[in-house]
């Protein structure tokens, strides 16, 4: 889905249509909350072991928290496309 998203929103953003806006913050919702999903569930399997520096796990699930909240996290952007809406 998060794939789907992505090459919509490119395909809109060339078409230079309207509804560029709506789309961007739909997918950058859809995919901040894949990724949170995604980093902390591998934590979680992983264990304790899964924050340590020496396994690339904590590495990756503090960039995801970062990139979650880069340009607005999740919230900000279902709001957003919520009041595209008219919402």
């Given at each position: 889905m998060c794939k789907s998203l992505v090459l919509?929103?490119?395909q809109t953003l060339d078409e230079s249509s309207g509804a560029c806006v709506e789309l961007a913050s739909m997918t950058k919702a859809k995919l901040s909350e894949t990724a949170h999903k995604a980093s902390t569930e591998a934590v979680q399997m992983h264990g304790?072991?899964?924050m340590t520096d020496e396994f690339d796990i904590?590495?990756?699930l503090?960039?995801?928290r970062?990139?979650?909240t880069?340009?607005?996290d999740r919230y900000f952007h279902l709001d957003r496309f919520a009041r595209q809406r008219g919402y």
């Open positions: 919509k929103a490119l304790g072991i899964g904590g590495f990756f503090k960039r995801c970062i990139l979650e880069l340009y607005g």
